[in-house]
């Protein structure tokens, strides 16, 4: 998986002693300490030494030799004094970027555990499989294993020119390349062009596997391609974008952070662009 994080769904049978705990409070606000002029994930021996009861906790592995866990609080609870609830995207660039990958993972593991907890063909109330991340069904034998929702998100170019779009969330300013959700029945090339088409009307060409990013809000695996312009008049859709246009390496819009895959997209065309 990530460089210093090894995966795991049991923890060993000794004492865990001061764990990273990546601590929900609802969907997405992850609980973080304060310190001097720096946000940070709690480590403790258990939740229950800042007064709070999770309503689910599971192990997820260990970072750099430490264990993580993840707890799920009830929506309503305060937070403990000396921390703080935070959304999780609004903490990118703002945590160590290893802790901000495993808050994905505790999010993802949490909302999975949230939205399985009946079987969906029979009713049955799920049991966890002793043997692996999953829910079983005792009465129907169904199996729910945590969901990954796979998207495409492309860098499409002509020469010097890189199409960047904006999205009403995005943060004022800030502009990306297109991403989107791969359809039933797709190809991951064709979900590039049919994004592409879709939120621009342009066609595009030479379409390449770059590399991925898991991004668990709550559920993504981003999975990025480069592209070439091959045709088409510019017709944004005015559902999805606030804007889309060509830009060249010297009238950049603001871009997303820099440990964004997106921004890896942007970086990799700039440095073609010099070499």
Not at 83 to 88: D, L, N, P
Not at 213 to 236: I, N, V
């Amino acid at each position: 998986m990530r460089a210093g994080f090894q995966l795991a769904f049991q923890p060993p049978p000794h004492p865990l002693g001061r764990c990273l705990w990546f601590i929900y409070q609802g969907k997405d606000r992850l609980l973080v300490r304060l310190g001097e002029g720096t946000l940070e994930i709690p480590r403790l021996e258990d939740p229950a030494q800042l007064g709070v009861a999770p309503l689910a906790r599971h192990y997820l592995g260990r970072l750099e030799g430490t264990h993580c866990l993840a707890a799920a609080l009830a929506p309503e609870t305060p937070a403990p004094e000396g921390h703080e609830w935070r959304a999780q995207r609004w903490l990118l660039g703002k945590l160590p970027y290893p802790h901000y990958l495993v808050a994905g993972v505790a999010r993802q593991v949490l909302d999975w555990d949230l939205h399985n907890r009946f079987c969906g063909a029979c009713g049955t109330p799920m049991q966890t499989k002793p043997d692996e991340r999953a829910k079983l069904c005792p009465s129907c034998g169904l199996v729910r294993y945590p969901r990954l929702s796979p998207a495409v998100i492309m860098r499409v170019t002509d020469g010097r020119r890189i199409l960047l779009a904006r999205q009403a969330h995005f943060p004022p300013g800030v502009y990306s390349v297109l991403a989107g959700f791969v359809e039933p029945g797709e190809t991951l090339e064709e979900a590039v062009a049919r994004e592409v088409r879709e939120e621009t009307g342009l066609e595009v060409s030479d379409v390449r596997y770059f590399g991925s990013q898991p991004w668990a809000l709550p559920d993504s695996l981003m999975l990025a391609f480069t592209a070439r312009y091959a045709g088409g008049e510019m017709h944004r859709q005015q559902r999805e974008l606030e804007d889309v246009a060509w830009f060249e390496p010297e009238n950049l819009p603001r871009l997303p952070g820099r440990q964004t895959i997106a921004r890896q997209l942007i970086e990799d065309f700039l440095a073609r662009l010099e070499g």
